[in-house]
């Protein structure tokens, strides 16, 4: 059964000026592994990740290629849907800034600023990050030395007539939101770590340019002002919402979004962004934007970067990162749930950047995967079909043992429910792991594989490997956001085809299946190929 509850998960709509890379699918893969475990939960679980199209740099991109933006764009948002479609990433929509929907939100959310004051015209002179679309405020500029701190490229000062969004109005307001949410369970921003320079910054925050001109129609038009375009920030932090204006995804909005996304961009989430919302609850028939449930539940997770080997980030303009082809290789060598599993687990989650390496995917795949689940799945499976011909035994007699396997699986549920929802995946995806160990280290202790050479010991292999299955069972429900193929194979083979249904249509249950005894003897199970096979490091 689906709980009530709904959870609403966001990535940062990425630039279609090139094709996607790592990084991209690194925050796309959180958000999936995310939203797949509150599909567990049993909330109703809505997605959101897309393509931002109205930047500079798409329209530029698109004139080297003789192309229109538009036709440049939609190449590339292409190229962005194949590759999340091929990782089987849920989201629930796709986000498009050229659509038709969004454009019309915008232009209404605007206007309404543009009403209540909130949005006015003045004149902007400032120093300009052409590589990022972003000013940067003097004091950073000559911090950076006048050069993008991204690609080293000069800044560019530009003046130009410009719509502002009043910022340093809401300076009080966020100071206050982000102090409550702190006394709160849920802080606002995550880590907590990269909470204060954020306040300092809101602390002096000056009011902020939303137009340009000059982008030959590329963008959205300022409302009543055709000679000027929304600024391609405001227009995309807005997807969030255009995308959830509808009568039936509302209820979703109120739950409270969750967004992802690296550091780089926490200041437009974790100050604009709210500080936007605050505006328009303001105006007429808005307050719903920034509801008291919003307000308590609105999050931004911003994590670090994955680097290269040599310790760069991995960016589009620097040209050093893993591209679909790439990632293809890593897919096709270790199976998709083993990115899925080393991407959700290895990265720059906290507040330290990751190096991707080979050798460290390989050493992940072997000892997370192949030589725990993987492992334990085959030996178990693999002896109840030997001793007992694939039927599943029973529990009836007693086995001395240090394991207290019902207790321990609940306490290890209870660390995974609790992980999870701090969103500390490599935490979740260990507590699960755990179990594993445990049967592992059963298995050792108890040595069903000497006991059965014994016919009057059969009794007693019947209770061990029908409490090493069992144990299996559970482990694969909890792993499932991380490596759903093979756990939804190892259901074929231990007859729970059901779990996959009910997580296709929504009705995950987890804490219902994770209670200790529900393997039926007599039921089949089947051994199959290795769910992970042992990786040879050539
Ligand atoms: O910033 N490591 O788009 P973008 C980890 N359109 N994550 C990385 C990464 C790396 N090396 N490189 C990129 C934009 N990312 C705007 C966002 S949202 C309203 C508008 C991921 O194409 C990470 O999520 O530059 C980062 O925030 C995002 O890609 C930036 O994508």
Request: aromatic share 14%; with cysteine.
């Amino acid at each position: 059964m689906a709980t009530d509850k709904k959870f609403y998960v966001t990535t940062p709509i990425y630039y279609v000026n090139d094709k996607p890379h790592l990084g991209h699918v690194y925050t796309t893969m959180v958000a999936d592994v995310v939203s797949r475990y509150h599909r567990l939960l049993g909330d109703q679980t809505f997605f959101l990740t897309g393509v931002d199209e109205h930047a500079a740099k798409v329209s530029d991109k698109a004139a080297e290629h003789d192309m229109t933006p538009q036709q440049w764009a939609d190449q590339n948002a292409a190229a962005f849907k194949d590759t999340f479609t091929k990782l089987e990433m849920t989201n629930n929509d796709f986000v498009r800034t050229s659509s038709d929907q969004h454009k019309q939100k915008v232009t209404e959310y605007v206007t309404a600023l543009m009403k209540s004051g909130d949005v006015y015209e003045g004149e902007y002179v400032g120093w300009y990050d052409a590589g990022q679309e972003e000013y940067v405020p003097e004091t950073k500029a000559k911090e950076y030395d006048y050069k993008s701190p991204v690609n080293g490229k000069p800044l560019v000062k530009k003046t130009e007539k410009n719509y502002f969004f009043k910022l340093s109005a809401y300076r009080d307001e966020l100071v206050e939101f982000f102090a409550h949410r702190d006394g709160q369970a849920k802080p606002f921003v995550m880590p907590q770590a990269r909470k204060n320079e954020i306040l300092n910054r809101i602390k002096e925050a000056q009011d902020v340019p939303i137009s340009r001109t000059g982008s030959n129609g590329w963008g959205i038009p300022v409302p009543g002002d055709d000679e000027q375009t929304i600024y391609v920030w405001i227009d995309a932090l807005f997807n969030y919402l255009t995308y959830m204006d509808t009568d039936d995804r509302r209820e979703f909005w109120q739950a409270g979004p969750v967004h992802f996304m690296a550091k780089d961009i926490l200041w437009f989430h974790a100050a604009i962004w709210p500080a936007l919302l605050m505006a328009l609850a303001k105006c007429d028939g808005y307050d719903w934007v920034f509801s008291e449930s919003v307000g308590k539940n609105i999050m931004v997770y911003s994590h670090s970067y994955w680097v290269s080997a040599t310790g760069e980030k991995m960016s589009k303009s620097l040209g050093n990162f893993l591209d679909p082809a790439a990632i293809d290789n890593y897919v096709g060598e270790f199976g998709l749930d083993a990115l899925r599993y080393f991407l959700a687990t290895r990265g720059p989650l906290g507040t330290t950047d990751s190096a991707f390496s080979p050798d460290l995917f390989a050493d992940v795949y072997n000892s997370d995967l192949a030589n725990t689940f993987g492992n334990s799945a085959s030996r178990v499976t693999n002896m109840i079909n030997k001793y007992f011909d694939g039927i599943c035994p029973e529990a009836a007699v007693k086995v001395e043992t240090t394991h207290d396997y019902s207790h321990a699986a609940e306490e290890i549920l209870a660390k995974y429910i609790k992980a999870g929802n701090q969103l500390d995946l490599s935490a979740t995806a260990d507590a699960a792991l755990s179990l594993v160990r445990m049967v592992d280290s059963y298995i050792e202790e108890t040595s069903p594989f000497k006991l059965a050479k014994d016919e009057e010991k059969l009794p007693e292999v019947a209770t061990i490997l029908y409490n090493c299955i069992e144990a299996l069972r559970i482990v694969s429900i909890m792993l499932w956001p991380f490596i759903p193929d093979q756990c939804e194979v190892f259901w074929e083979r231990i007859g729970r085809n059901e779990y996959a249904q009910a997580l296709a249509d929504g009705t995950g249950q987890l804490k219902a299946w994770s209670q200790w005894g529900q393997m039926e003897h007599g039921s089949e199970v089947q051994k199959g190929n290795p769910l992970f096979p042992r990786y040879q490091v050539k």
